[in-house]
Structures are given as structure tokens and as C-alpha cells.
């Protein structure tokens, strides 16, 4: 069965430190797809990366990055330079193959993140 | 991009009286909705996968009878919680598979029951 796990509930920094989010996932599928997601407290939930099983490589995307090993399940999030701003929950997901046919997506137990200034 | 709306965002109803929260896909059409169900300090949990024109499928758990979806159009899913009490209080939220992101979220529907 599918699962994701964060293992880290709250964590709490300082403006403009580094600050990694783990997520460890587990799957039996060799195609499956890996999500990010920030839910501020607004509620919403806000799309950050989608990555699948066959593309390895680490991907940046401003002060977002993220480094996903198959070797070890592992998809941890990477926010360098943090804001107050980024303040919110982020859950990390996987996506039930068969992807293309409306596959189910299963949610991490979320990971508060409280970036004080 | 994709956009999925949702309402009401939040709505207060009397104990044993029914609420029904809308999901509408704006700008595609959605085969498949999902419906979950979020307390305070938790994560989401799934409670159904709604098929256009076909009876949802609902997880372990989750009373049927009391959550009613239908999906009777590519755009339009719904969810009604039946005879509601305090303990149905919660956050629900809708997805519908995209061909862009993947899944896109309505903003979510804060129920409290008194």
C-alpha cells in the first residue's frame, strides 16, 4: 500500500535560514508521481512541484528546491533563504498509479513550518 | 490554469440538518473528483473518488449514507453531508484530475456544526 511520511510536525526558524523538509514515501509501483503542496492558512492548498518517478534530476525554482532519491524513497523540500511569507503547512504527496486514469493522491501528515523574523 | 470552485467556504448549520458543499471544474472537464476531509492540525484525509455518471467510491470508514456525492456532469460534483453533527465539523476540500498539475484543489469549505 501507499504511504507517505513526514516525519518532522513543526519546525520552526529564524528569517533567512535554510530549512529542508523531509518526506519519505512509500510505494509498490514503478510508475507513480511525487507532489508538493503549501496549504497557508487560508486553507487553500497551493501547488508547488510535480515530479515522477522516472525523471531523478533535483530541480530549483527560485529559493524552492528539491532533491528526490529513489534509492532511499525520499522527496525532501529545500527552502533556502526563508521568508516569513513561508509561513504556512506543506504536505508532501503521491499520486496511486495508474496516474493517467485518475489514480488516487495520498498526503503526508503535513509539515508546519513557522518562520519567525 | 486549471481552476476548481468551491462553495460555500464556509457555511454553519444546525445539528441534523443536511449541508451541500459544490465543486465545479471552470475551465475543464473532470472525469474524476476527489473529496477530503481535513480536521484542525491534521492532514487530508480521502474520503471518495466521484466518477462522472457512476456511484462514488468511498474509503474504509467513510458512511456512505451520511456523505452523499454525485457526479451527475463533467463539471459539477457534490457532497452532502446528511443529518450533520458536531463531529462532522471540518474542513472538506474537492480536486479534480487536470492534464496540467495533475490534481487541482477547490479552496475548501469550512463546516461548523452547532
Known amino acids: 500500500a501507499q504511504k507517505v511520511t513526514q516525519a518532522q510536525t513543526e519546525i520552526s526558524v529564524v528569517e533567512k535560514e535554510d530549512v529542508t523538509l523531509d518526506c519519505v514515501y512509500e510505494?509498490?509501483?514503478?510508475?507513480?508521481?511525487l507532489f508538493w503542496y503549501k496549504q497557508p492558512p487560508s486553507g487553500e492548498l497551493v501547488f508547488l512541484i510535480r515530479?515522477?518517478?522516472?525523471?531523478?534530476q533535483n530541480e530549483i525554482s527560485g529559493r524552492y528546491s528539491w532533491n528526490f532519491q529513489k534509492s532511499t524513497s525520499s522527496f525532501n523540500f529545500t527552502i533556502t533563504a526563508s521568508q516569513v511569507v513561508d509561513s504556512a503547512v506543506y504536505f508532501c504527496?503521491?499520486?496511486?498509479?495508474?496516474?493517467?486514469?485518475?489514480?488516487?493522491?495520498?498526503f503526508g501528515q503535513g509539515t508546519e513550518l513557522s518562520v519567525k523574523p | 490554469g486549471a481552476v476548481v470552485s468551491q462553495h460555500p467556504s464556509w457555511v454553519i448549520c444546525k445539528s441534523g440538518t443536511s449541508v451541500k458543499i459544490e465543486c465545479r471544474s471552470l475551465?475543464?472537464?473532470?472525469?474524476?473528483m476527489f473529496w477530503y476531509r481535513q480536521f484542525p492540525k491534521q492532514s487530508l484525509m480521502l474520503m471518495a473518488t466521484?466518477?462522472?455518471?457512476?456511484?462514488?467510491?468511498?474509503e474504509q470508514g467513510v458512511e456512505k449514507d451520511k456523505f452523499l456525492i454525485n457526479h451527475a456532469s463533467l463539471t459539477l460534483s457534490t457532497l452532502t453531508v446528511t443529518s450533520a453533527h458536531p463531529e462532522d465539523s471540518s474542513f472538506y476540500i474537492c480536486?479534480?484530475?487536470?492534464?496540467?498539475?495533475?490534481?487541482?484543489f477547490g479552496s475548501g469549505t469550512r463546516l461548523t456544526v452547532v
Open positions: 480536486s479534480a484530475r487536470d492534464g496540467v498539475d495533475g490534481y487541482t
Open positions: 504527496a503521491l499520486s496511486e498509479a495508474p496516474y493517467n486514469q485518475g489514480g488516487k493522491l495520498i
Open positions: 466521484s466518477n462522472e455518471g457512476s456511484k462514488a467510491t468511498y
Open positions: 515530479r515522477n518517478s522516472f525523471d531523478e
Open positions: 475551465d475543464f472537464q473532470a472525469t474524476t
Open positions: 510505494t509498490r509501483d514503478t510508475t507513480y508521481y
